[in-house]
């Protein structure tokens, strides 16, 4: 479990109301566990954003209608 500085700077950044986090990590499901941790704690929706599933709340199926990446046939 990660130190609680760590859980604290992320819950500061989910209550100063920013807009976006962006995180560039290896580890995409240790950082989504924490970041789903920090959510929880303070009660507020976690959302994730991918190219090809687009912007999805992480608590519920599929994503939130025309987020997702469009392909055409050329």
């Given at each position: ?43 507020v929706p976690l959302f994730t954003w991918t190219r090809i ?12 209608f025309e987020t997702c990446l469009l392909y055409t046939s050329?």
């Amino acid at each position: 479990m990660p130190t609680n500085d760590v859980l604290r700077d992320l819950q500061l950044l989910f209550q100063s109301r920013y807009g976006l986090l962006h995180i560039d990590t290896e580890e995409e499901g240790r950082a989504l566990s924490l970041l789903q941790h920090v959510a929880d704690r303070i009660s507020v929706p976690l959302f994730t954003w991918t190219r090809i599933k687009g912007i999805s709340r992480v608590d519920l199926e599929g994503s939130i209608f025309e987020t997702c990446l469009l392909y055409t046939s050329d």
